[in-house]
């Protein structure tokens, strides 16, 4: 299996911009979970799905971050506008049920 | 109640010393207690896990230790080599919950 594949692993945007992150999960994972890092705050978990539908949305930070998961195999987190204090790197990570946590590689967001 | 509390933030040991991380929670509903590796631009991996039914699990030179009753466990990195310097994290779950609880993390630096 190919782990959990984010893209892109890097983007660089201008204030006000949309951005749209993307998630495949590994196959049969029932759960998927997006993460925030930042030396400031260290692993915020944003949002979580189990089989596609959200279930905890709590550590969203604003209406201007959305997460989408429209079939088991893909997700996005999307955020509109973007501001520079959204600079971070953003993880994407999958579990069975019960089971380990698989982070993806990450992507780093830098937003100017 | 829902936090991890880590220590130390940083910790630096040379070569083939013992890197020790501890960690503190306060909900007694966790029951699974899973420690993260982290290198730089990587997303964090299962180093190691225990359940409280154990005070101690060991694989290789990692070792958990677990006090039920001060609500603590610690990582114990025996023999530290420098590819051992990454960021640690330790992370807690409920059995009732789908998601992980994480300390804020240790960079480790081993010295060669």
């Known amino acids: 299996d190919a782990g959990v594949i984010q893209s892109p692993r890097h983007e660089v945007t201008e204030m006000g911009q949309e951005v749209t992150l993307r998630c495949k999960p590994i196959?049969?994972?029932?759960?998927l979970f997006w993460y925030r890092q930042t030396m400031m705050r260290g692993l915020e978990l944003l949002i979580y799905?189990?089989?596609?539908?959200?279930?905890?949305d709590s550590g969203m930070p604003e209406d201007r971050f959305s997460a989408k998961m429209p079939n088991a195999s893909f997700s996005t987190l999307k955020i509109q506008p973007s501001e520079p204090r959204d600079s971070a790197v953003y993880f994407c990570?999958?579990?069975?049920?019960?089971?380990?946590?698989?982070f993806g590689p990450g992507t780093r967001l830098l937003v100017l | 109640q829902q936090q991890v509390k880590q220590s130390p933030q940083s910790l630096i040991v040379q070569k083939g010393g013992i890197s020790i991380i501890n960690c503190a929670y306060e909900?007694?509903?966790?029951?699974?207690f899973p420690w993260y590796q982290q290198f730089p631009g990587k997303g964090p991996a299962l180093l190691i896990a225990?359940?409280?039914?154990?005070s101690e699990k060991k694989e290789g030179r990692f070792t958990i230790s677990f006090n039920k009753s001060a609500k603590q466990f610690s990582l114990h990195i025996m023999d530290s080599q420098p590819g051992d310097s990454a960021t640690y994290f330790c992370?807690?779950?409920?059995?009732?919950?789908?998601?992980?609880?994480f300390g804020s993390g240790t960079q480790l630096t081993v010295l060669p």
């Open positions: 990570a999958s579990r069975p049920d019960w089971e380990t946590q698989y």
């Open positions: 196959s049969g994972h029932d759960y």
């Open positions: 799905f189990n089989n596609n539908v959200p279930i905890d």
């Open positions: 909900n007694t509903a966790f029951d699974y």
């Open positions: 225990i359940r409280p039914d154990v």
């Open positions: 992370a807690a779950r409920a059995g009732s919950a789908r998601q992980l609880t």
